[in-house]
């Protein structure tokens, strides 16, 4: 016999439940509770290598395995039993028993000398005890980490708050500093501009060319005296120290001085200013101009000094007065003239008034009427010159007069006493002033040329004469006289040369140094007398 | 103003101009009813004669002038006053203006000025007093 046939060849054997004598209760036992053990012993270790394997941590695993080993091999003699009730397949059950005596054998002996190691693996409670004191303990540092890093964040803050006052206090400190600094430096330059403004202060007050005085503001006795002031009433600049300025003020000027600067002293009026009289030294009295300020304490207002400005105005009041005096003679002397002048101008009209009286006397006397006309021209030559006097008496300087008014008058004067009342006249002069030498010969000149025109222009008695004056830049005079007559006819052949009229407007106009022109220009007679104008006397 | 004369008093110091207002007064056609050389007399002859206008000068015999002697005759008789005189000071413009004379000629008297200066007072309606 082999071993396979020891091993699978049950003949000869006697199937298990025969020795149960195939009792269907005992063999379903069996059965039942192998198949349950069996089933079972698969399933624990298949649990354990479950376990095992998910806890990789574990102290001895393979102690677990050895478990699984054994524990499958107790399962398998269960199936085993089941199968040897019907098959006597007693040497594979023999082998498998085997297997499983090692295997149970390693194990129980294995598992003895694990038995402290794996006791002194500590438990699961064990370790969830450790582990609450060691959350409390990592509690405990978080709380200590905490307050900690408060503190240190309080403290920052104080830091910084410290940090921050320092650095304001610094500044502060330099800002006084530099407050410090410029207030010295302010203080220096006040120092040296009032030192300068001391130097320039004696300077200017001791060459100054007005007197320059201060006094004590009571009792007015002299502090100080510029030289020109001393020289001014002829003193040494020292001997005016000490005295009053009152002494050396004349007498009569004494009383209102003290007066007005008494005015001053109270406060009533802001300055004193006067001329008057100061004595000198030598007895003669000289006349200044004083300018006086009262300097006061500016805390009690009290006068604490008087500045005293003193002008010489001697000279030029003397002057003045000189001056004064002559323009009142000279005013006096032209009123005299002037009432002189009015007085002559109105003894010429008087006389020329009487002339024309013998004339006008004469011509009643006269049968012959052309010797009657030659008297009435003459009346109109003398009313000419009362005229210019009359001008004359009526100006502001007695002088000269505009020409205007003048010839205005004149002309129309020359008509009416023709006794034309159909003739018209128009008189049109630019403004031109004129004396007497002027006046008298243009006025005779315009006579005679209207008093021609008047009797030679209008056969019919009717008519318009136009007197004009224009006055030129080039200074000449331009007189026209202009009628709308018959024009100049053969048997007036005497008006050209040989009559009194012409004769005296030739004679006039030379004297004059100018140029007559006549034109007939076919509706009537032009007369153009052409004259430097007027010297301004 | 009724009861005056159709006539002319002069009143002028110098004979002549009298003489001669005198001719050209009468060339107008009127009647010269007087003449005199001072106020008082002037005054005298115009309440005498009562004229219609007096011709009157300013500078007169006398200490009275022409206007002192015009406001008496203005006052009492009525006549129209016509100065002539040679001044145009003035003051004596201002004198004679307080007197509402009824012209005012300057001497020398240009032929045909009295006549224009008579025939307006003639026409002009009494000043009020």
């Known amino acids: 016999m082999g071993l396979a046939d020891w091993l699978f060849n049950p003949s000869g054997l006697t199937p298990h439940g025969f020795c149960l004598s195939w009792q269907p209760g005992l063999?379903?036992?069996?059965?039942?509770?192998?198949?349950?053990?069996?089933?079972?012993?698969?399933?624990?270790?298949?649990?354990?290598?479950?376990?095992?394997?998910?806890?990789?941590?574990?102290?001895?695993?393979?102690?677990?395995?050895?478990?699984?080993?054994?524990?499958?091999?107790?399962?398998?003699?269960?199936?085993?039993?089941?199968?040897?009730?019907?098959?006597?397949?007693?040497?594979?059950?023999?082998?498998?028993?085997?297997?499983?005596?090692?295997?149970?054998?390693?194990?129980?002996?294995?598992?003895?000398?694990?038995?402290?190691?794996?006791?002194?693996?500590?438990?699961?409670?064990?370790?969830?005890?450790?582990?609450?004191?060691?959350?409390?303990?990592?509690?405990?540092?978080?709380?200590?980490?905490?307050?900690?890093?408060?503190?240190?964040?309080?403290?920052?803050?104080?830091?910084?708050?410290?940090?921050?006052?320092?650095?304001?206090?610094?500044?502060?400190?330099e800002a006084a500093n530099a407050r410090l600094s410029a207030a010295l430096e302010e203080q220096a330059s006040v120092r040296e501009a009032l030192s300068l403004s001391e130097a320039q202060f004696r300077a200017s007050f001791e060459a100054a060319a007005v007197g320059k005085v201060q006094t004590d503001p009571l009792d007015g006795r002299i502090i100080r005296a510029n030289n020109a002031?001393?020289?001014?009433?002829?003193?040494?600049?020292?001997?005016?120290?000490?005295?009053?300025?009152?002494?050396?003020?004349?007498?009569?000027?004494?009383?209102?001085?003290?007066?007005?600067?008494?005015?001053?002293?109270?406060?009533?009026?802001?300055?004193?200013?006067?001329?008057?009289?100061?004595?000198?030294?030598?007895?003669?009295?000289?006349?200044?101009?004083?300018?006086?300020?009262?300097?006061?304490?500016?805390?009690?207002?009290?006068?604490?000094?008087?500045?005293?400005?003193?002008?010489?105005?001697?000279?030029?009041?003397?002057?003045?007065?000189?001056?004064?005096?002559?323009?009142?003679?000279?005013?006096?002397?032209?009123?005299?003239?002037?009432?002189?002048?009015?007085?002559?101008?109105?003894?010429?009209?008087?006389?020329?008034?009487?002339?024309?009286?013998?004339?006008?006397?004469?011509?009643?006397?006269?049968?012959?009427?052309?010797?009657?006309?030659?008297?009435?021209?003459?009346?109109?030559?003398v009313y000419a010159l009362g005229l210019v006097h009359h001008q004359l008496m009526g100006s502001k300087d007695l002088q000269t007069f505009d020409i205007g008014p003048f010839l205005d008058v004149l002309s129309r004067r020359v008509v009416q006493a023709s006794g034309g009342g159909a003739i018209t006249l128009s008189v049109d002069a630019a403004p031109l002033a004129v004396g007497l030498d002027f006046a008298i010969p243009l006025g005779l000149i315009v006579t005679e040329l209207v008093t021609n025109a008047i009797k030679h222009a209008f056969p019919t008695g009717e008519g318009h004469i136009k007197v004009r004056l224009q006055t030129s830049d080039n200074h000449q005079v331009l007189l026209t006289v202009t009628d709308n007559g018959q024009g100049l006819r053969r048997d007036d052949g005497e008006t050209a040369g040989g009559s009194l009229g012409s004769t005296i407007i030739n004679g006039l106009v030379a004297q004059l140094r100018g140029k007559v022109m006549i034109f007939d220009n076919g509706d009537g007679v032009r007369a153009e007398v052409a004259l430097p104008a007027p010297v301004r006397p | 103003m009724s009861g005056l004369n159709d006539c002319v008093l002069i009143v002028d110091d110098e004979f002549l101009i009298a003489e001669g207002l005198r001719m050209q007064v009468e060339d107008i056609g009127m009647v010269v009813c007087a003449t005199a050389p001072s106020a008082d007399e002037a005054i005298a002859l115009a309440q005498a004669h009562r004229p219609v206008i007096v011709l009157m000068d300013m500078r007169l015999l006398g200490e009275k002038d022409g206007v002192d002697a015009s406001l008496a005759i203005h006052e009492t008789v009525g006549s129209k006053v016509i100065f002539v005189t040679g001044s145009r000071e003035p003051s004596t413009i201002a004198r004679i203006n307080t007197d509402h004379p009824a012209g005012v000629l300057f001497k020398p008297v240009a032929e045909g000025e009295l006549r224009e200066a008579i025939e307006k007072a003639l026409s002009s309606p009494q000043p009020p007093e």
């Not at chain 1, 002996?109 to 002194?120: E, S």
């Not at chain 1, 002293?265 to 004193?272: D, I, K, N, Q």
């Not at chain 1, 004083?290 to 805390?299: F, K, L, N």
Request: glycine letters at 4%.
């Open chain 1, 229 to 381: 002031f001393a020289q001014m009433l002829g003193y040494d600049q020292q001997a005016l120290v000490g005295r009053s300025g009152w002494e050396f003020t004349h007498p009569d000027d004494l009383a209102g001085d003290q007066q007005a600067y008494n005015a001053v002293l109270t406060g009533e009026v802001g300055a004193y200013v006067r001329e008057k009289r100061y004595v000198r030294s030598d007895g003669e009295s000289v006349w200044a101009r004083v300018s006086a300020v009262v300097v006061r304490a500016p805390a009690t207002g009290a006068p604490i000094l008087t500045v005293a400005v003193i002008e010489n105005i001697d000279a030029r009041l003397k002057a003045q007065w000189a001056l004064e005096e002559a323009n009142r003679d000279l005013a006096a002397a032209l009123d005299q003239r002037d009432l002189l002048l009015r007085e002559v101008y109105h003894r010429v009209k008087n006389n020329l008034q009487i002339i024309d009286s013998l004339l006008l006397m004469q011509s009643r006397r006269l049968g012959d009427p052309e010797a009657r006309e030659a008297l009435s021209a003459l009346r109109s030559r």
């Open chain 1, 27 to 173: 063999v379903a036992t069996h059965v039942i509770a192998d198949t349950i053990i069996g089933l079972s012993y698969f399933s624990i270790p298949l649990a354990i290598a479950a376990f095992v394997k998910r806890r990789p941590d574990l102290h001895h695993g393979w102690m677990a395995y050895l478990f699984v080993g054994f524990i499958l091999a107790c399962g398998t003699t269960h199936l085993m039993a089941i199968l040897t009730l019907w098959a006597p397949a007693y040497g594979i059950e023999a082998v498998i028993k085997v297997v499983t005596a090692v295997l149970s054998l390693v194990t129980a002996v294995a598992l003895w000398p694990l038995v402290p190691q794996l006791a002194a693996v500590p438990s699961g409670a064990q370790l969830l005890a450790l582990n609450d004191e060691l959350s409390a303990q990592v509690e405990a540092q978080r709380r200590t980490a905490e307050l900690l890093s408060s503190s240190q964040a309080e403290l920052r803050a104080v830091n910084q708050d410290l940090k921050r006052r320092v650095a304001e206090r610094t500044a502060e400190l």
